[in-house]
């Protein structure tokens, strides 16, 4: 019989937890991943779903593979529990493979991969891979390291001995990633597993509808639940009201008179735990009235379409009075031009869906005194700290963003959430407040636009473009967030790649009462692309014309303006669509009920903005580089560390660098758009440029010698009698020379007023992507036999980084491509809220092979001649698909997902 605490009500258990026994006294309701996170302090198994379904939090118990979400603490009791962090030989086998195959991007599924991966190796399965994928398949990976973890199996199926660290440069090697180790081993600190003393735990209540008034609130029960130390409702806080937003200030901290999107949260509770605020949360009464819900393009534009925001939201806007946000038109040429043998046409639907980073949003908050403390897990930490002072009034100074490394960003975490909420509440209360974000919350406050596109576009007979013609309808969603900047950008290419001679793109972004839509990989481009490259294949098939040959003929060539008087094309993008054709085997006979289909798009790199970097050279050769890029998976920090180690000759384990903290690092704007490499890479080399500077007037003072005897290279300063490594001379002379060194770098690009975008692209992102599937008619189902994707990256500083990148960027692609949509109820509510309904892709859905090539002719502005990568390979994954799939089935398909009953009812109409 066990101990039971007679007041608490706990039961004392015995686990064994990495061969460390425990007696630990838990609610009988308590899971056992809490109880390893909390009760025995190993916070490597983590919690996305809650539900079974993402296998973040997989732990072994007693041999078995287990949910630790879906198991009590009290189950486990007497038993050997073994986590990510244990120290055994083949965890350290799967994690040393792991970080050589490039596996571990943001890291946040990792501990549970390597624990799944380990239980495959002990099965003696490694080898076979079938039986890796599908004993991978209940992790979930959205940065899509599935390809790299197939590779990681087979390395340690045949006990491949870990591969030596590059000696000499490293630029250009496939150094190891920085910070994957401790991803690896579960001792990465992710937001959730902060410990900040006398914290009080959030919870948000909110209603079951998308559109409503909310009539009353009754919350005296919830008052009732012990721990409970406030509940707060929109009247509770300063009027007028807060209200924020990236681009409009337009979302309330919390819903007053009515909601606008299901799940925006009309009440708070604080708590000592988060149980006691999950329980009170319950139990508050809100009484409302469900009103009308406009969620998609034609409601939302139809006459009589109820406002989503009321005008005086949106002074000074003549569009106040109707759903649309914003409208840009881009257009050059005459469409009326003569010239059109063949005009097609095309309306396209690509759904909207959600990023589903594997860690679910959270935020902690520290105002309780003039100075505020924010942890967030946010993309653009300067960006929230500039915000947050705007919002409280408070020099910058006064607001420090200590920003963990996000597990998982795609763009969903650039811009504040509930930052301002919970520093309202951490004032109220006295004490730092923590809100961590269900997976279904995370899922009802950031998405992807949906949109419609009609498109009318010509080509002579030869199949030389015409004309380009089309309108796009963004939906985005209750609040303006960055959504109408996604709809210019991804507009402004709207008729890609191409020389197009006449063209008019008109694109609207229209408020609806659904989740506000944000940035997305991609930003607004596969949208476009879905339409432009779906007219592409359409005219091939009008005109007799191979897919690979006519986009071959329009292709911008080098220096080509896409956008007349705009940056011209900054590649030879044609090498990139006859690479992936060659890596396909385009022209290889095509078997019986194949298909393939071919795609390109463009997205425009960031325009405008400022990065600074600090490089600290230290009198025993180590390195700092202070750089404010997060770091969410895409591996900025060892690209960082790359620079400089070659800059100095120092060794990778040499060079530091320092990021997520918006007071000890200086400002960066943001880590998005695929900049940091051109941005920032740019800025660290321009601060050990100035170290060189620095070096040559150390070795002069030092020497005797003018300054212009003495030149400083790469890890060299040459002297005249002959060449000293840089890291010599700093260990041999730095300590009593002064101490250490300090540069500076920046680079910035100016805003240019007239331009539409506010500045032209620093680079193009270029991808062309490539399919080879069969389909099985009889269910819809597609089997991918071959996916190609090849970027344009101007230098590759990490290929194996690259890879990784486009690999995730290829298979997150396939998820909006294949599977995945929002679906809304009539109230505007998410219907497949949640991992168990909204499907993304597991290794059961990964290609049978899936190939990554890239272009390097360093052209870019960045480093070596680099260009941003790693959103290339999602920007037009879905019509190279559909045109594969048309081509096996003759059945062409509009709207996305392609998924098995769209795919066999288009069949089933064909065969009518
Ligand atoms: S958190 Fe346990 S399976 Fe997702
Ligand atoms: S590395 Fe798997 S979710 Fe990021």
Redesign the pocket.
Known sequence: MKETTEMSGEIAIDLMVNGTEHRIAVPPNLSL?DCLRDKVGLTGS?????????????VEMDGQLV????CLAVEADGKAVTTAEAEDEDLGSVRDAFLQTGSVQCGFCIPGMVMAARAILRDEKADDAVAVREGLSGNLCRCGGYNRMFEAMARVSARQARAEAPTGPVVGTDVERSGGRARADGSQKFLADLTIDNVAHLKLVTLPVAHARIDGIDASAAWKVPGVLDIVTAVDLPQPLMHFGPVYKDRPVLAAAETRHHGEPVAVIAAETKEAAEEAALLVEVSYTALPAVTDIEAATAPEAPLVQPPELRPNDPRSGTNILNERVTEWGDLDAPGADVVVEGIYGFPMVTHFAIEPHGFIVDARSDRMTVWSPVQHPYLLQRMMADLFELPLTSVQVLAPDPGGGFGGKQNPKFEPLVALISRRIGRPCRLVLTLEETFQNVRRTATRMKMRTGFTKDGDLVFQDAEADYLVGAYGDISERVMAKGSYLGAGPYRTPNARIRARAILSHTTPATAFRGFGTPQMSWAYEGQMDKAARALGIDGLAIRMRNLARKGDEVVPGDFGADGHWEQSLQKAADLLGWQTPLPEGHGRGIAVAIKAGATTGLSNATVRLLADGSVVVYAGTSDMGQGARTIFAQLAADAFGAPMDRVTVVSGDTSAVPFDLQTSASRSTVFMGNAISKACEDLHRQLAEMAAELSGLELEQISVTNGIIHLPEAPVPIMDFVCAELRSWGGELVGTGRMRRHSLKDHPLGGTPAFFEFNCTAFEVSVDEGTGEILIHRHVTVGDVGKALNPLQVEMQDEGAAIMGLGHSMMEHLVLGENGEIRNLG?LDYRIPTTKDMPLSLVTGIVENGDGPGPYGAKGVSEGAILCTAPALAAAVAQATGVVIDDLPLTPERVWRAVQTRDR
């Open positions: 991943l983590k919690e996305c779903c809650a539900v079974g379904e993402c296998g973040a939090c997989t949910n630790s979400c879906l991992a």
